[in-house]
């Protein structure tokens, strides 16, 4: 059964720092997708960035960028320029082709001023 | 473009009422998912649905939970009767299935409160 990791529980990082949140997990499968959720306390989930299993170019968006190691089966997330709106729990998840997504237990990221 | 909409956004009862959640997908999107979110136990994935079909229910807690989907604009999800550890963020999600790296568009959850 595919698992996800994130052994991080909570992290914080001072304002326009650099900050990396960790996420691991296992599969037998070689063609899946991984993703990275942001949960701000308004508790909505948002897309922050997506990496096909198949591309070896890693995925950026913005101050996110991901580095995906699939041969380690680690997909870390990379925020650059931390602003206080970054504050949030951070979700890693896993899915391949149609199935469902499984999701890490999360981060808790805080920004500090 | 609307999102996915849930309602209602809070529903605060006494324990042994029924509670119905609901949930309309966005337009297009042919999978839908029902989830909760815990402090102790992370988002748990309960059922989620194909073209309207449930494909994988492994993870409804027990039979006081059903969920239904009589039509690809509609969803809900039911406890019958609520018991306060049923107290949780639900939250609905869809996608659609047009290539895998499609991901999944969350509703703004509804917390229950079980009393």
């Known amino acids: 059964a595919q698992t996800v990791t994130q052994s991080q529980p909570e992290m914080s990082v001072q304002e326009a720092e650099t900050v990396t949140l960790s996420c691991t997990y296992d599969?037998?499968?070689?063609?899946?997708?991984l993703f990275w959720y942001k949960q701000p306390p308004s508790r909505q989930m948002i897309l922050v960035i997506r990496?096909?299993?198949?591309?070896?170019q890693n995925a950026t968006e913005n101050r996110f960028s991901v580095n995906f190691q699939k041969a380690a089966k680690s997909f870390s997330l990379k925020i650059s320029d931390s602003q206080l709106g970054d504050a949030a729990m951070y979700f890693c998840?896993?899915?391949?082709?149609?199935?469902?997504?499984?999701f890490g237990p999360g981060t808790s990221l805080s920004v500090i001023p | 473009d609307a999102g996915v909409i849930q309602s209602p956004r809070h529903e605060v009862t006494e324990m042994g009422q029924e509670v119905t959640l609901r949930c309309k997908p966005i337009s297009g999107h042919d999978y839908l998912f029902w989830y909760r979110q815990t402090m102790m136990r992370g988002l748990e994935l309960l059922i989620y649905?194909?073209?309207?079909?449930?494909?994988?229910d492994s993870g409804m807690p027990e039979d006081r939970f059903s969920a239904k989907m009589p039509n690809a604009s509609f969803s809900t999800l039911k406890i019958q009767p609520s018991e306060p550890r049923d107290s949780a963020v639900y939250f609905c999600?869809?996608?659609?299935?047009?290539?895998?790296?499609?991901?999944?568009?969350f509703g703004d959850g509804t917390r229950l409160s079980i009393l």
């Open positions: 998840a896993y899915k391949t082709s149609y199935d469902k997504v499984i």
């Open positions: 999600a869809s996608s659609g299935s047009r290539g895998g790296n499609q991901p999944q568009h």
């Open positions: 990496q096909e299993a198949y591309k070896q």
């Open positions: 599969t037998s499968e070689s063609d899946y997708y």
């Open positions: 649905f194909n073209n309207n079909v449930p494909i994988d």
